[in-house]
């Protein structure tokens, strides 16, 4: 192939006359190219003419076609230390301008924006979606909760030096050969043969409407859902958490859900991105039962992995409270979760040593916790753990009837996220007659600012995974 034979192929293509193309190559792809980068680069020129503008990415060692346009004399280059681009032709300098005063290296006021904002057109020769770094740029407009600043320090145009930081820079690992298929699909992408190379031409205006709807619906839209890539893990788990700090409530997960043993339940709160832990069982033992030294270290683990206790949960009244109260303070737990019945004497104790007591219905009426909380609540000034199954054991519908009986939102401290059926089967949730869903969305109704606890005081019948994922899909049944 030669240059005049790849500047036919490129307006057979749909590129003319004073078009922006921003250019991302591979030279080895066309096959044998007589006058190799150079004549390609004559030949994108040729076909936008004077009035046309190239553009090439100018960072890293992204090819021998970038290389030979950077070089030439006329080549302009965006003050930008992050994600710089190169640029020949009638508007590189409005292209390049100012790159560095942006608010992200490739969202708005930059060159990638300015392309799609002239209607350009982003060209893939020889390469996939990988290469295409305006897709950073829909990730940049989106502010993706995965994206992280990068700090750089550079010189500006007129000499000065300065460290500045770039929010919402790209992360790791992507799945965008995946919105290839969409891109085809939607018209804003047209895919040809040129050479050994297979080539995209791309509408830069309608790959960033596309995408940006797309964004907006689904965050992870750009994440592969491959579960042993740790790179898309994290980042889903990011944005669950990004959603999560939405909301008025705080989010904790039973020790007994996230894992057996503190490692495994670093690992999966990292997974989903949960931040807060309520301490119930510990290598399948009650936590309230476990040797100070034990709790302590794994209290001191989680902490040095960011994950915080929400709350020690008590499966029973205890013999003896000043031990259990020693025991909260010595791992610098502040909240305990205790049986609603036969326990004043122990929240006393706890209180007094200046640990936080929330109680927990157990198998018992509406009117019979509704009863015991007043009498709790005049005396010790303790709140409520308010557990839908406990009240479904019980014969009474968590939301129509025990919510509304007990008046609870007064004392509401915690809700314990989890359902099952009237035999006391655990199931997904809302997949039972534990009325969550009535429930949590009765508690965003009020901006509810306690605890919801996935998992609390009830078995969940699968994985931490499942049950955010049953989460999540159930808030977005709201």
Known sequence: MNAV????????????????????????SLGHMEGGAEAVVKAFLNVIGKRGTLLVPAFGALGIIPEVLKKRSDAVFSDCPVGTVA???????????????ADTAHGKNTPFTKLAEKDGWICLLGVDQDRNTSLHSVEALLELPYLSPVTRTFRTPEGEELTKTWSFYPGP????????????????????????????????????????????????????????????????AAIFAAEMAEESFRLTVSSRLAGRYVPEMIE??????????ELDYLQGKACALTPADKLRRAVEELAEAGIAVSALRVPAVPDDPAKLAGLASSCGIRRVILP????????????????EVSFVNLCQSALSA?????????????????????????????FLQSYRIGHFIKVLRQLDVADCKWDGEATALACGNGEIKELVSILRCHNFNGFLCLGGGAAYPGSLEDAVNDFRDLLGTM
């Open 173 to 236: 690992h992507r799945d965008f050969i995946g919105l290839d298929r969409i891109l085809l699909e939607s018209g804003a992408m047209r895919v040809g043969r040129i050479g050994n190379a297979q080539v995209r031409l791309i509408r830069a205006s309608k790959m960033f409407e596309v995408l940006l709807a797309l964004g907006e619906e689904d965050p992870a839209f750009a994440l592969c859902t491959n579960p042993s890539c740790a790179d898309c893990v994290r980042q889903r």
């Open 87 to 101: 640029a020949v032709g009638a508007a590189a300098e409005e292209f390049c301008a100012g790159h560095w005063k």
């Open 268 to 277: 999966n709160l990292k997974r989903t991105g949960i931040s807060l832990i």
């Open 5 to 28: 034979e790849l500047t036919k192929s490129l307006r057979e293509l749909g590129l003319g006359k004073g078009d922006a193309v921003l250019l991302h190559s591979s030279l080895i």
């Open 340 to 355: 609603l019945m036969n326990s004043r004497d122990a929240a006393d104790v706890l209180k007094k040593a200046g640990v």
């Open 370 to 398: 509704k009863k015991a909380v007043a009498e709790l609540a005049e005396k010790s000034g303790c709140d409520l753990t308010f557990n839908g199954p406990r009240f479904v054991q019980a014969g009474e519908m968590p």
